[in-house]
């Protein structure tokens, strides 16, 4: 192996035709000096033992004493040369305990780079891209845009010819998996082979642009640079619900969104102003990150992680750089400063998030993200609304009408305790009260089960002992909680006078704790209330006092756990008069306790709280509505409660999406020396980085301001950053290979000019990106054959130079989608929540905790398109990672493609696949025709899109043959194969036929072309 | 590089070659799949790893880290000397005291080193000749997940390359039917806390250098059985077939990955038959149950997985990890580790004096532990019989066996409380250094190029602890 080594080494070496051509210091000599110099000459000082930079030409050049390193023209007085060929270890560069060695390749090229002058360039992804003229070619018929041009440009002085156009039915199928991620169907091939027009791959393509399936391939591409998932991540990995910013990906790129607007959005949508909802989904972006929900962790340690990660994703996805690499140190090869890499921080930090989040679902801030369908349902429903409310408005309560009977709001009510039966009892506010001496209090089970993300109102009279405003005796109203000092539940008390509402999962750091500002004077009857909106947040609680509404002193505000936790059941009953401990029992009296599903509104609670209807009040207007106003009145009324119920419960519905958003006041963004949370250094404020273009004029010192910057067309980084990615979903590999980093350590492009004219059409065309698209896949380039020869092989291993079209393994999720496509069992639906497709049973709970398994979904719900498919963290779903799908946890770019037994397994026995081939050699018996030939015909083309060869046609019948006689030698073998999956086995076919034909499928299905793209 | 390899490797051969031949050719290929040039740098004293993982992290101070002083100061609070404001859990933070809690097992010596080690591991004490104790580990995290990914990683966020998964990119595998990274999950009986996938997968490294988990049951690799009504022989007609129809393919295309993968569904359905009769421990004699105890007669057991793992060792598996879950102690802690010692303590010890005695330990290393330590003080209420014990990066203990390591001996001090390292420290790097080094691998030289930056496993830190070393 080492001697193959060797040989590609040098073959390397002469085509790139080192000893002939000038130097160029961007091209060879900075990646060298960056790799193996840098580390301690390059921009940290930390590791800089003397003062030699090579960062920069001053400082490289410089007079170092009787000593320089580079001297212009000349090698032998350079002492960078001297010590880089020195013969004894110890003086020699870079030094031994390194790591890093200098080939003598590398050391020739920075001799003759010396030699001719030592001309330094400023690094070339800095420097705004350039529009070249598309350069002269010898072979202009070849041509058809100017794509073509720079490569063949390439290929002419590589002495190589690109090759000739790929077969109609190789083109329809590469383009239609590379733009819609599935294969043409028989049809469309069909379609595509008859149309002899000039322009029928034009029109092709047109027709696959406009697929809605388009925004999906393209999705797929960005949830994993966006890091997307349904779960949180680290230890415990609960759920959260991010489809909706998903679903809003999809959208923008199937209507074509441009993509500085798509940038903008995502980063700051926001702060727009004159915002739109969809507009506020985009910034789900920077909260896709996981999120630490671990019992016992340091919050800010975490949420430091979190304004990091945005940090790291948007240098990344936007800018191609590694700033990352300056959290704890100056950059090591990059221009950046560790100051540098908090300034952008800054721009992150002041989301009022918690640095724990929420053990199930979304954490804050989040925002309701209704589908068009739930946004037309709650329309519908206000109109209905508004309906009602013109005919009960309509009706005046007569002016003498006064109330009979006691009223109670009964719309959401759970239960009522009225004591009006109890044993112990006193006048009370309406008939008797329950008395309460501190001993015996009543236990209701099963009553108010409200956990902490229910919305709830608990609402109560209370006459608390004590007389003339002495205080009250402390203790707890109502309660449904472990009855100790500190229990996990709901408890509303009094103390000192002042309410007190406590939703507890752990009394230390999960829990909401609050108290009024006003008090219940003592020794007379008050009401007093609490509305919860099921925020899992102190904002989201509201304290009444006699139906006003109090404001509250927040102590504690981490609630992360709900009560049914990680199997743990919460079965405490209701109390009246109790909870929190033997020493927390209630004083006095209790009368018309009233618990509501619903958080009250205040004019609901101010009713209710109202001990008579008093002219004009709206519990006077109520009480008549609901007992004494004409029957369709009281019909319309009660129509009204009925509707509004419903629109609260459908909004209850409505899927939220993790958002973007901005404390007041802004947190103070401190330097983190080494990187560490608890390690604050000097204050910084938002900023960007020194060595890249400035702020545009005008733009806010905010998220905002730093979109605008990210979208200037100053920006020498985004457009080519996003134009190479592009490249690479196409030829596998980027214009420049390490997609995720243009800065000094990154490789320079094959193409250069290309890579600039790109980047500048991209920009010209108003960041067009489907026009985009159009223009690389519309090349000559990409319509080439993807045959290699020999030759090429040797000359070009990679491909890096595209005399051919490179032959690409499909990404994961393409490949179930378009065996699923195959076997016409794929669903067309687009978007909506998450779905659990096959995978093997117990996966979920070798590695998790007790509470979570993988439920399978049903129906059309098994066959969806794999951007789709449930994704967590923890357990990824293993087919997607057989096949190198990013892991999801981090921000990814660079596409990976392995080959392995799993693979083969994979392809070979899981039921995803087995059941395709079952149904695709159904297809073959039902539309593929009379003979078997015709019908492994139908099969193969249904998989791969075109005709089997007749040496291929040989070995399929030679399959088939065998499997009917095999199927045939042991019948019972039959039903055991083809019971595959959840859907049906086709009837009225012959079993033993179907058995045969759905293992040639299965043969198709495992074909090396079936899984790449040619 | 390897990429290159390894397609010219089929570029040369399998274009020229029939399809006969390309069998054959399979060692070979394992051989490109396998390792950097240049590695190993020195030669190794272990080939391979067995790492027993114990999860959830268990008390040094009931197993390994004797502290007889402990037993006058029960009850009284920590002293802040001792504690020096370092950072504890949210779980104990409020708590308003810090009771000192000694372990209520007994202690001993064992082996000619005298080691002291806990009633609790009765068979862990035979083997203590074999077992170089260390107890003076520290780690820098303070939560399972970021302290695991630590421990598999050498780092505390997920996304870097697990250990076994820098190990066989680097050694590559010695066997031509097994992948070179292998693990294996078992429930244990006390609190358990969540586990992932990805603390064996590949990070930055192509994926084929991830842990493949091996699993009890039908499959105990994911899609390794053929489905139902499909015979062994109709899957070998099946892939001639393939292979034909990939021939057809690679000589009209020249693509070498068409080679590369015939040759994966190869090495497929070579595994189909290795693993199964890899996981039937149904010939393995009675003698071989007797020492691994009762449980390893049931599948999926971590005892029936220390037998697996030496099996793994003896065909050439380069990394095998264990992982048993269920020692997350906070509560309830004298009833429940003593449950985990009786799945983990006498098959540990077996799997070591089974290597010894098939003269294999000496190329074989094994690595006992958690992700971090437990307190002294008691979480939650300390009763004469009953306590819990919050998690403790600070110092915990260890143990290694075999190929390269020093026998029969303890390592490293802690204070009076096991609350500080009171000499000898060894981190979590310095731990993988020293793994490496074991295989022959320097860990400042065995690097992956990402993000422009080199990364190696041990990031910029590590140390060859030498006095471990045989």
Redesign the interface.
């Known amino acids: 192996?080492?001697l193959?080594?060797r040989?590609?080494t040098l073959l390397l070496l002469a085509t790139a035709a080192l000893a002939q051509r000038r130097v160029e210091f961007n091209r060879d000599v900075r990646p060298i000096l960056?790799?193996k110099c840098f580390l301690c000459h390059g921009p940290d000082a930390v590791n800089r033992k003397i003062p030699l930079r090579l960062d920069s030409e001053a400082a490289a050049k410089a007079d170092l004493g009787n000593r320089r390193a580079i001297v212009e023209g000349n090698p032998k007085l350079s002492g960078l040369m001297h010590r880089i060929t020195a013969e004894k270890t110890a003086v020699r560069m870079p030094p031994a305990?390194s790591?890093?060695k200098l080939s003598p390749e590398e050391v020739e090229t920075l001799r003759t780079w010396i030699a001719q002058g030592a001309r330094w360039e400023k690094h070339w992804a800095f420097n705004p891209p350039r529009r070249a003229e598309p350069p002269a070619v010898k072979q202009r018929g070849w041509v058809r845009n100017p794509i073509d041009a720079f490569i063949l440009a390439r290929l002419e002085r590589a002495a190589l010819a690109p090759s000739s156009e790929a077969a109609k039915e190789t083109l329809l199928r590469r383009v239609s998996l590379d733009l819609t991620g599935v294969a043409p169907s028989p049809d469309e091939m069909d379609a595509f082979l008859k149309d002899r027009s000039a322009n029928a791959y034009e029109k092709a393509v047109d027709r696959l642009l406009g697929s809605p399936r388009y925004g999906e391939r393209m999705a797929a591409r960005w949830l994993d640079a966006a890091r997307y998932a349904d779960t949180n991540?680290?230890?415990?990995?609960g759920e959260r619900v991010m489809w909706r910013w998903r679903d809003w990906v999809i959208d923008a790129f199937n209507r074509n969104q441009r993509f500085d607007q798509f940038t903008l959005e995502q980063v700051a949508g926001d702060l727009l102003p004159a915002r739109r909802l969809d507009q506020v989904i985009a910034t789900g972006f920077n909260r896709n990150h996981?999120g630490?929900t671990?019992?016992?962790?340091?919050?800010e340690e975490y949420r430091v992680?979190y304004v990091v990660d945005r940090v790291e994703t948007t240098s990344t996805v936007f800018l191609g750089l590694?700033l990352g690499?300056a959290r704890c140190h100056n950059h090591?090869?990059?221009p950046f400063t560790q100051k540098e890499f908090y300034q952008l921080f800054a721009y992150f930090n002041n989301v009022p998030e918690m640095g724990r989040a929420m053990k199930y679902g979304n954490s804050p801030p989040l925002v309701p993200a209704p589908t068009a369908d739930q946004e037309g349902a709650q329309k519908r429903l206000q109109q209905r609304i508004d309906a009602l409310e013109r005919i009960v408005n309509g009706h005046a309560t007569p002016a003498s009408w006064t109330e009979t009977a006691h009223w109670r709001l009964s719309s959401g009510l759970d239960a009522w305790f009225p004591f009006d039966q109890a044993e112990n009892t006193t006048a009370g506010v309406f008939d008797k009260a329950g008395v309460f001496d501190g001993t015996a209090a009543p236990e209701f089970a099963g009553v108010a089960a409200y956990d902490i993300g229910d919305h709830f109102t608990l609402s109560a009279w209370v006459k608390p002992e004590g007389a003339g405003g002495a205080p009250p005796a402390n203790g707890a109203i109502v309660s449904r909680m472990a009855d100790t000092a500190r229990g996990k539940g709901i408890g509303l008390y009094l103390r000192e006078g002042k309410l007190h509402f406590h939703i507890t999962s752990n009394?230390?750091?999960d829990a909401i704790r609050m108290e009024s500002e006003g008090k219940v004077p003592a020794g007379d009857w008050h009401h007093v209330a609490v509305t919860y909106n099921g925020s899992v947040a102190a904002s989201g609680a509201q304290f009444y006092i006699d139906g006003r509404a109090v404001k509250a002193v927040v102590s504690q505000d981490t609630l992360y756990r709900p009560f049914r936790n990680a199997g743990s059941r919460f079965r405490e009953p209701f109390l009246i008069g109790a909870g929190g401990g033997k020493e927390n029992r209630f004083r006095g009296a209790i009368d018309e306790v009233l618990l509501y599903g619903r958080a009250l509104s205040s004019e609901e609670v101010e009713a209710v709280a109202a001990r008579s209807a008093t002219p004009g009040s709206s519990r006077l207007r109520w009480s008549y509505l609901s007992t004494d106003a004409p029957l369709e009145i009281r019909e319309a009324w009660g129509e009204l409660h009925r509707v509004r119920r419903e629109k609260e419960k459908l909004e209850r519905s409505f899927p939220t999406v993790m958002v973007m958003g901005e404390m007041e006041t802004p947190r103070q963004t401190h330097l983190l020396l080494r990187g560490a949370y608890?390690k604050p250094g000097e204050a910084v404020a938002s900023g960007v980085p020194e060595s890249l273009h400035k702020m545009p004029a005008g733009a806010p010192a905010n998220r905002l301001g730093l979109a605008q910057w990210l979208i200037s067309k100053e920006n020498p980084l985004m457009a080519r950053v996003t134009v190479n990615r592009f490249w690479q979903m196409y030829f596998g590999t980027g214009l420049v290979k390490?997609v995720?980093?243009f800065?000094?350590?990154?490789e320079w492009p094959t193409h250069p000019e290309l890579l600039d004219w790109l980047a500048t059409e991209f920009v010209r065309t108003g960041w067009d990106v489907k026009a985009m698209q159009k223009l690389i896949v519309t090349s000559a380039t990409y319509r080439q054959s993807?045959?290699?020869?020999?030759e090429?092989?040797?000359k070009d291993?990679?491909n890096r130079l595209l005399a051919r079209m490179s032959?690409v393994?499909l990404p994961a999720e393409m490949i179930r989608d378009q065996m699923l496509h195959a076997a016409g069992l794929l669903s067309e639906k687009i978007g909506g929540p998450s779905v659990k497709p096959y995978q093997?049973d117990?996966l979920w709970k070798?590695?998790?905790?007790q509470d979570s398994d993988y439920v399978l979904s049903q129906g059309e719900d098994l066959y969806r398109r794999s951007l789709y498919t449930f994704w967590k963290?923890?357990?990824?779903p293993?087919m997607m990672?057989?096949f190198?799908s990013s892991?999801r946890?981090?921000c990814t770019v660079r596409e990976?493609r392995?080959?392995?037994?799993?693979?083969?397994?994979?392809l070979?026995?899981?039921v995803t696949f087995?059941e395709a081939a079952r149904r695709v050699g159904e297809r073959m018996m039902r539309e593929g025709g009379a003979s078997p030939d015709q019908r492994l015909g139908y099969g193969f083309r249904l998989l791969l899109a075109r005709y089997p060869?007749a040496?291929?046609r040989k070995?399929?019948a030679?399959?088939l043959s065998?499997?009917l006689d095999?199927?045939a030698t042991k019948p019972?073998?039959?039903?055991?194969?083809?019971?595959?999956g959840a859907s049906p086995i086709a009837a009225g076919l012959d079993r033993r036929e179907l058995?045969a034909y759905a293992?040639v499928a299965?043969?198709i299905v495992?074909?090396?072309?079936a899984v790449?793209r040619? | 590089?390897n990429?290159?390899?390894r397609?010219?490797?089929f570029?040369?051969s399998a274009?020229g070659l029939g399809l006969a031949a390309l069998g054959s050719l399979l060692p070979g290929e394992a051989?490109?799949r396998g390792g950097l040039?240049g590695l190993p740098h020195f030669a190794p004293k272990a080939k391979r790893v067995i790492y027993l993982f114990q999860h959830g992290a268990p008390s040094q101070l009931d197993l390994f880290d004797y502290k007889p002083e402990l037993a006058k100061l029960r009850g009284v609070d920590l002293p802040a000397s001792i504690r020096m404001g370092q950072?504890l859990?949210?779980?104990?933070?409020?708590q308003t005291t810090f009771p000192t809690a000694p372990s209520i097992f007994k202690f001993a010596q064992h082996g000619s080193s005298g080691m002291w080690l806990s009633e609790l591991l009765p068979h862990t004490a035979k083997a203590a000749d074999h077992l170089c104790l260390v107890k003076s580990m520290h780690t820098e995290a303070?939560?399972?997940?970021?302290a695991v990914t630590f421990f598999q990683t050498g780092f505390q966020?997920?996304?870097r390359p697990s250990i076994g998964s820098w190990l066989s990119y680097g050694l590559g595998s010695e066997s031509e039917d097994l992948?070179a990274f292998v693990v294996m999950?078992s429930?244990g009986k006390g609190n358990?806390?969540?586990?992932?996938?990805?603390q064996w997968?590949s990070g930055f490294l192509?994926?084929?250098y991830?842990g493949?988990k091996f699993?009890s049951g039908a499959?105990p690799?994911?899609?390794?059985?053929?489905?139902?009504?499909?015979?062994t022989e109709?899957?070998r007609?099946?892939l001639d077939?393939?292979a034909?129809?990939?021939q057809?393919?690679?000589r009209?295309?020249?693509?070498?990955?068409?080679a590369?993968?015939?040759a994966?569904?190869e090495?497929?359905f070579r595994?189909?038959a290795s693993v199964p009769e890899l996981a039937d421990l149904s010939k393995e004699p009675e003698s071989t149950f007797e020492l691994y105890g009762e449980d390893s007669r049931t599948p999926g057991t971590y005892a029936a997985n220390c037998i697996l793992a030496r099996r793994l060792a003896e065909r050439g598996v380069r990394f095998i990890q264990l992982f048993h879950r269920g020692w997350d102690q906070h509560g309830n802690l004298p009833a429940d580790i003593k449950k985990q010692c009786v799945q983990t303590d006498q098959p540990s010890a077996a799997l070591v004096l089974d290597l010894q005695r098939r003269g294999m330990l000496e190329d074989t290393l094994v690595v006992w532990g958690g992700e971090f330590g437990r307190t002294v003080y008691s979480q939650g209420t300390l009763t004469e019989t009953n306590y819990g014990r919050?998690?403790h990066p600070r110092c915990f203990s260890m143990w290694l066996a075999g190929g390269g390591i020093k026998g029969g001996m303890s390592y490293g001090e802690t204070d009076e409380f096991s609350y500080n390292i009171a000499g000898n420290p060894v981190d979590v790097h310095d731990l993988h250094a020293t793994i490496l080094h074991c295989l022959g691998v320097?860990h400042?030289?065995l690097?992956y190029?990402f993000?422009?930056?080199?990364y190696r496993l041990t990031d910029v830190h590590g140390r060859v602890v030498k006095d471990l070393l045989a």
């Open positions: 192996m080492i193959f080594l040989l590609s960056s790799d305990y790591g890093l991540g680290y230890q415990y990995d996981r630490n671990e019992d016992g962790i340091i919050p992680e590694t690499c090591k090869y990059d009394y230390n750091d608890d390490t995720e980093d800065g000094v350590q990154g993807s045959k290699a020869t020999p090429l092989i040797q291993p990679e032959r393994r093997p117990g070798e590695l998790t905790m963290r923890t357990v990824s293993p990672m057989n190198d892991m946890e981090s990976s392995t080959n392995t037994p799993l693979q083969a397994l994979n070979m026995n899981d087995l060869a040496e291929e070995i399929l030679g399959s065998y499997h095999y199927f019972e073998r039959v039903d055991a194969y083809l019971t595959q058995a293992s299965s043969l495992n074909l090396d072309e790449n040619e | 590089m990429e290159i390899t397609r010219h490797f570029a040369k274009t051989q490109a040039g950072r859990t949210g779980m104990t933070a409020y303070i939560n399972h997940d970021p966020l997920a996304g992948p999950v429930q358990a806390q969540a586990l992932a996938d990805r997968a192509p994926t084929r991830q493949v699993r499959d690799v994911l899609f390794l059985s053929d489905p139902s009504g499909y015979s109709a899957r007609r099946f077939d393939l034909q129809m990939n057809v393919k690679l009209e295309y020249q693509d070498p990955e068409i590369t993968r015939i994966q569904y090495m497929a595994m189909q919050d998690h320097d400042t030289k690097t190029k993000q422009g930056r080199h």
